[in-house]
Nanobody, 115 residues
Framework: QVQLVESGGGLVQPGGSLRLSCAASGSIDRIYAMGWYRQAPGKQRELVAR???????AYADSVKGRFTISRDNAKNTVYLQMNSLKPEDTAVYYC?????????WGQGTQVTVSS
């Protein structure tokens, strides 16, 4: 069994910062791409950022220059540093990973940006 466990969500004021973490555990052979998605109420889940095992990154246009994805391969962990947060960033954020050629999702962590 493989699990992805997220942490770091919460309530933050506009302009603030949060750092999300997602740790993979269990029977892991190899982790390929890892990423973060988000889903706001009434909207479809969307890609926020992804990172390859070698560190190549891709971002949604809406978060470029504000969010940074990184990973620690030794710890099987992916991070999302979110700066200059806006109310429209409010959503449930989900970790995603390709592990041993299967796709896994975390349970989601709520991020709320509000004054």
């Amino acid at each position: 069994q493989v699990q992805l466990v997220e942490s770091g969500g919460g309530l933050v004021q506009p302009g603030g910062s949060l750092r999300l973490s997602c740790a993979a555990s269990g029977s892991i052979d190899r982790i390929y791409a890892m990423g973060w998605y988000r889903q706001a109420p009434g909207k479809q889940r969307e890609l926020v950022a992804r990172i390859s095992p070698g560190g190549r990154t891709a971002y949604a246009d809406s978060v470029k220059g504000r969010f940074t994805i990184s990973r620690d391969n030794a710890k099987n962990t992916v991070y999302l540093q979110m700066n200059s947060l806006k109310p429209e960033d409010t959503a449930v954020y989900y970790c995603n990973a390709d592990i041993s050629l299967r796709e896994y999702w975390g349970q989601g962590t709520q991020v709320t940006v509000s004054s």
